[in-house]
């Protein structure tokens, strides 16, 4: 990190302060989970660099930390792939902005961009069989005659 580099909590700040809420407008929730997705990113890279979270820098931050502390969601905290996968959504988009912001430290962005994003399996789609679907229509009123309306035939006449 370049003397001219503000200190991280300066850059953290900026980050949720004015690129997440003012230029991407994101909502509150979402802000949130990003800030739940550095706090942990911050204490992991605090207890493996054996330092105070008010010691890290821009530098303690590099991919192969990120790596490990995806790996530790998993391992750790029993976090399932589409966890780790939101939260390594939000670390890329603090990196990207990294990278934007700060030339200096673009290669540096540009590791973490390169860490893939872990496959998940979608969950399983489940269909309603038609009966099922005509009975629970019934329960909000319809009558067989208005499953005409709707597109369906009614197979039982």
């Given amino acids: 990190m370049s003397a001219s580099t503000p200190l991280l909590g300066t850059i953290l700040a900026s980050f949720f302060n004015d690129h997440l809420k003012l230029q991407r407008g994101l909502r509150p929730n979402s802000i949130t989970s990003y800030a739940d997705a550095m706090r942990l990113l911050l204490q992991f890279a605090a207890a493996t660099g054996k330092k105070k979270v008010t010691q890290l820098g821009l530098d303690d931050l590099h991919a192969d930390v990120v ?91």
């Avoid at 994003?117 to 069989?129: G, H, N, S, V």
Wanted: with cysteine.
């Fill in 67 to 157: 790596c490990r502390f995806l790996n530790s969601l998993e391992e750790s905290r029993s976090n399932a792939a589409q966890s780790r996968n939101q939260r390594f959504a939000a670390l890329r988009t603090f990196f990207e902005y990294i990278g934007q912001r700060f030339p200096e430290s673009l290669e540096q962005a540009q590791k973490v961009a390169a860490i893939p994003r872990k496959r998940a399996q979608p969950p399983e789609t489940i269909f309603l069989e038609l009966v099922a679907l005509i009975a629970f229509l019934v329960c909000f009123g319809f009558s067989i005659a208005q499953f005409s309306l709707l597109g369906f035939s009614d197979s039982r006449q």
